[in-house]
């Protein structure tokens, strides 16, 4: 009985405290990252975290873009690409960039399906599965995303762009395009560049036979 009356009382307490008004603006946040969820943005910058001063504003903006601090250099990562991204309007690093040699020459088999699984989740929705510059966003011009994706197979423009510079375009976004130096590491970066070289490759030579024979 006696037992009865504490949970009772106990819950009549509980009531009470939780009437209470609201706290809408708690003065400072323990671990935010718990407060507010991170949810990826692809083309956020990186000023607008949540991390904001403007106490207004803050729990508002839930972007999270964050990169490693300028000038470290992870484990097992490559190194820093020493270009910088151009003012607006200037060109002058990104035709700098084709002089820049990827570290990553070659990809073993399992590398190789490692780098096609980066570029199927972060640029095949865009450039297409089969790297053709169409993919479900695009779609011939009737999908939902205007721009269009360049034909990195197929487009003698892009079979002849340098890996450096197609660094220096997903490192700092290109037109439409933008960024992925959040998304994917350098070495990643490098490696779906790799990717991209390879497929061009193997393209020429499953064409070349069909060239040779109308050559005839
Ligand atoms: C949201 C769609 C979209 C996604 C996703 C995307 N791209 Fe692109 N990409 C574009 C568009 C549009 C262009 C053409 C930009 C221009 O020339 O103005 C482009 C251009 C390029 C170019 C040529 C850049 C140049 O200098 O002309 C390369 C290389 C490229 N993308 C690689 C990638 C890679 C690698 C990924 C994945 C990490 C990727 N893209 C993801 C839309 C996308």
Not at 36 to 59: K, L, V
Not at 121 to 134: E, P, Q
Not at 168 to 185: P, R, T
Request: net charge neutral.
């Amino acid at each position: 009985m006696k037992g009865i009356y504490i949970i009772l009382s106990f819950a009549f307490v509980t009531a009470t405290v939780s009437c209470n008004e609201v706290k809408r603006k708690p003065s400072n946040i323990y671990m935010p990252d718990m407060a507010y969820s991170r949810a990826y943005e692809t083309y956020a910058d990186r000023d607008s975290s949540i991390f904001t001063a403007d106490e207004s504003e803050r729990g508002t903006k839930i972007f999270y873009n964050n990169r490693p601090v300028d000038g470290t250099v992870a484990r097992g990562e490559e190194m820093p690409f020493h270009i910088a991204k151009d003012a607006n309007g200037d060109t002058t690093n990104y035709h700098a960039s084709k002089m820049v040699v990827s570290p990553i020459q070659s990809l073993s088999e399992t590398e190789l399906i490692e780098a096609e699984r980066l570029y199927l989740i972060n640029c095949g929705i865009c450039h297409g599965s089969n790297l053709d510059g169409n993919g479900p966003l695009y779609k011939g011009g009737d999908g939902p995303y205007a721009a269009k994706p360049a034909t990195l197979v197929g487009d003698v423009k892009y079979e002849t762009m340098p890996e450096g510079q197609m660094f220096y375009s997903v490192a700092y976004g290109k037109g439409q395009m933008g960024s992925y130096a959040s998304q994917l590491s350098r070495k990643q970066r490098w490696q779906v560049i790799a990717y991209i070289k390879h497929k061009q490759k193997e393209a020429k030579v499953d064409t070349a036979p069909a060239a040779v024979a109308k050559a005839n």
